[in-house]
């Protein structure tokens, strides 16, 4: 299993190639050599990507490379962040949504204190506050209702 | 005098009260950047990216490129205090800064590097001066056929620096171009790889790419990581080297800068190699190379006038040619075609403005860095005291609010977040997604050139070939990967630490 997951960047990356150069070549007109239609550079490129891929996979598979291992928590800690301010900015405007989603990305930083994580939320929207909206005058809603 | 003529019209450019704040802010935010391990000017040039579209776009560049020269400066400051590089390039100034810094000569370190840094950027700014426009003439010289050659070796030179090496390099670049592809075709008119979603039409957009790449997934990886913040005390003891310390100096430092203006200018290399090879050489040259590695002046003087000159130099390919040296210099080419400004050859005949206000500009910010790093040095040093969790919710946030802020569109912020996960698989896998952010920049380009040539040519492939420039440049990408099969990487390193490997903590 491990042996696999060596590989498995060589092969996502020969999918990516294999992807675009066949889509070039089965849905888009290729043209002439003269008159390259839309298809033929993503073609050309998809084949290279292709063709590295597997001088990749070779190598690979004479001299394995070490994975790095995942932080399955700073990935969530990030993603739910985000989440936080797509879900939270249109029902509650962008401050609103900026303190709760500094918090979120917050909590899966252990030594990070409570006390702190309320400053930085604070400050943090503040600073939005400060720059976007009021420096650069950028028309986004602060609070909603407000 | 044609130069005093194009000076003055920078001056009048970059000494407009807009431009000098920006410059400053710029640079301010470039030596925070450089100061702090774990985001480095890629990250801050990719966040500020949104900022641009609300600023003329000699400002914006003034801006951006403030935050690239000024994380020189602020990277050398952890490498001296903690013996951690807070930018790649500053790595070869832990060597002798840190042993410099447990000698109690830590405020000498500082000073010098600072000294050390002008030097290097001033060298480096007239040689741009002197060699950019000649180099942009030249290149209006020019055909279909050149320009795609020079956009080869500019990627084949981006990859193969690239830390996971010149394959993996090479297919983050066509991956890069192949995301590049995804929208309407300028030729045709034909949709492309949209799978018939309307959002993609126009294309992925370079800030969702940048953003996500360079800022979210870089969060991913640094946020729980073990980070370190400064404990020592704060400066003590003298500042000024002595006499003998600055004659020792100036020789080094004008090496360095030469050797690091050579590698800026030349695409895809940039500061790490030159801040390496600097020290390198500098030590088979140097009397006082025995003295290496444990605290010579001249070890941190060599790399920090190299990398400077190098950040300054890296602009001429890009402005000139429309290559860019670097990474971040692909996100300022970027910048400037937000602006609907085509980098190229044309572009100090079309815009002397921006060319000349940008260089004049790198004057008054190489100021600013020596104030902020030499009166108030003792800003920086209490920064690294304070803990490195603060900064990364921070920097999600405000990647969020800039996303969301260019066309209040939420799609969009996913789309950054499903390319911060992008690439952070990338990581995990090993390959380093720089290059592909380049391969994304120049392929509208790469793709435009390499059709009109083929239609010049009649449809004859020969023609890269057949060109005498071409064939040269095409020569010279070839060159460069049959290079990478020579492990240069441990030559240079090795041949850097021999004279005192730099103590573990």
Not at chain 1, 95 to 109: C, D, N, R, S
Not at chain 2, 392 to 412: E, H, K, Q, R
Request: charged share 10%; net charge positive; proline share 6%.
């Amino acid at each position: 299993m491990r042996g696999l997951i060596v590989h498995l960047g060589p092969i996502l990356m020969l999918m990516a190639g294999l992807f675009f150069a066949i889509g070039a070549a089965t849905s888009l007109d290729l043209g002439s050599f003269r008159r390259m239609g839309p298809g033929a550079f993503p073609l050309l490129v998809g084949g290279l990507l292709c063709l590295l891929s597997l001088v990749a996979l070779v190598d690979g598979l004479r001299a394995p490379r070490d994975v790095r291992r995942g932080d399955p928590w700073a990935v969530l800690g990030v993603v739910s962040g985000v989440a936080a301010f797509a879900f939270l900015t249109p029902l509650t405007g962008v401050l609103p949504a900026t303190a709760i989603a500094v918090i979120v990305t917050g909590l899966v930083i252990p030594e990070f204190r409570w006390p702190h994580r309320l400053i930085l939320s604070v400050g943090v929207s503040a600073a939005v506050w400060l720059v976007f909206i009021t420096g650069l005058g950028i028309p986004l809603v602060a609070i909603r209702g407000l | 005098m044609d130069l005093l003529a194009n000076l003055s019209v920078g001056l009048a450019t970059a000494a407009t009260a807009q431009n000098l704040i920006y410059c400053f802010v710029g640079v301010f935010l470039g030596t925070f950047i450089g100061v702090l391990p774990g985001v480095g000017p890629l990250a801050a040039v990719a966040m500020l990216l949104p900022v641009t579209f609300y600023l003329p776009p000699e400002t914006a560049l003034v801006m951006l490129a403030g935050v690239y020269y000024g994380a020189e400066y602020g990277g050398s400051i952890a490498s001296i205090l903690l013996n951690i590089p807070g930018t790649p390039s500053a790595s070869v100034t832990c060597l002798d800064g840190y042993p410099m810094a447990q000698q109690g000569r830590a405020g000498v370190a500082l000073f010098s590097t600072a000294m050390a840094s002008m030097f290097g950027a001033m060298f480096g700014v007239v040689v741009m001066i002197l060699l950019a426009p000649r180099l942009a003439e030249f290149a209006l010289l020019f055909q279909p056929a050149e320009y795609f050659s020079v956009m080869v070796l500019g990627l084949v030179a981006a990859s193969i620096v690239s830390s996971s090496g010149a394959v993996r390099g090479l297919m983050m670049v066509c991956l890069g171009v192949l995301l590049g592809t995804i929208g309407i075709d300028v030729n045709s008119g034909e949709t492309r790889f949209t799978g018939g979603i309307q959002e993609l039409r126009d294309g992925v957009s370079l800030v969702v790419v940048a953003m996500g790449l360079f800022g979210i997934s870089e969060v991913m990886v640094a946020l729980r990581g073990a980070t370190q913040s400064y404990a020592g005390a704060g400066l003590t003891g003298r500042l000024l080297p002595t006499g003998a310390e600055w004659l020792r100096s100036i020789m080094p430092a004008l090496r360095g800068s030469a050797i690091g203006s050579f590698f800026g200018t030349l695409p895809g290399t940039g500061q790490t190699v030159a801040s390496f090879v600097g020290y390198a050489l500098e030590k088979r040259l140097n009397r006082n190379r025995a003295q290496f590695g444990k605290g010579a002046i001249e070890g941190v003087v060599v790399p920090e006038s190299a990398n400077n000159a190098a950040a300054q130099t890296a602009f001429i390919p890009t402005l000139t040619l429309g290559i860019p040296g670097s990474t971040t210099m692909a996100l300022m080419l970027g910048a400037l075609m937000i602006h609907g400004i085509t980098p190229g050859p044309r572009l100090i005949a079309d815009h002397p403005d921006l060319f000349w206000g940008l260089v004049v500009s790198f004057v008054f910010g190489n100021i600013f860095l020596l104030i902020l790093n030499i009166p108030l040095i003792g800003i920086w040093v209490r920064l690294l005291r304070v803990p490195h969790y603060y900064l990364y919710p921070t920097v999600i946030v405000l990647i969020c609010v800039g996303v969301f802020g260019i066309s209040n569109s939420l799609t969009d912020v996913w789309a950054t977040l499903i390319f911060g996960v992008i690439g952070y698989v990338l990581r995990l896998f090993r390959f380093e997604p720089a290059p592909m952010l380049i391969g994304f920049v120049l392929g509208p380009m790469l793709e435009e050139y390499f059709r009109r040539a083929m239609l010049l040519s009649r449809g004859d492939p020969t023609v890269f070939l057949s060109r005498p420039g071409s064939a040269a440049l095409l020569a010279a990408a070839a060159l460069l990967l049959a290079a990478t099969l020579l492990p240069w990487k441990e030559w240079l390193v090795r041949s850097a630490r021999t004279a005192g490997r730099p103590r573990a903590r």
